[in-house]
Nanobody, 115 residues
Framework: QVQLVESGGGLVQPGGSLRLSCAASGSIFSIPSMGWYRQAPGKQRELVASITSGGLTNYANSVKGRFTISRDNAKNTVYLQMNTLKPDDTAVYYC?????????WGQGTQVTVSS
């Protein structure tokens, strides 16, 4: 069982930055893949970024060059640095861990980009 707790969401103006954190209940060293997803009102949940245990990253086209995912195995934490935020980035952001053919999810954190 993996428990995930997100933090760092909030209200930010267009062009601003936020850093989301996802703290896992145990070691993430052996978790093959962790990532961030988001879901805007009326839309399906979509992958934002993912990172493997070896450090390989993958990004949605809409966030490439603006968002950076990273993981700190010593702190059992995954981060999402979001820069140059746009109103279209407004959504609930969910942390995800995939291990043993099971997807684990956090409770989500709201990100609102608005002037």
């Amino acid at each position: 069982q993996v428990q995930l707790v997100e933090s760092g969401g909030g209200l930010v103006q267009p062009g601003g930055s936020l850093r989301l954190s996802c703290a896992a209940s145990g070691s993430i060293f052996s978790i093959p893949s962790m990532g961030w997803y988001r879901q805007a009102p009326g839309k399906q949940r979509e992958l934002v970024a993912s990172i493997t245990s070896g450090g390989l990253t993958n990004y949605a086209n809409s966030v490439k060059g603006r968002f950076t995912i990273s993981r700190d195995n010593a702190k059992n934490t995954v981060y999402l640095q979001m820069n140059t935020l746009k109103p279209d980035d407004t959504a609930v952001y969910y942390c995800n861990a995939y291990r043993g053919f099971v997807n684990y999810w956090g409770q989500g954190t709201q990100v609102t980009v608005s002037s």
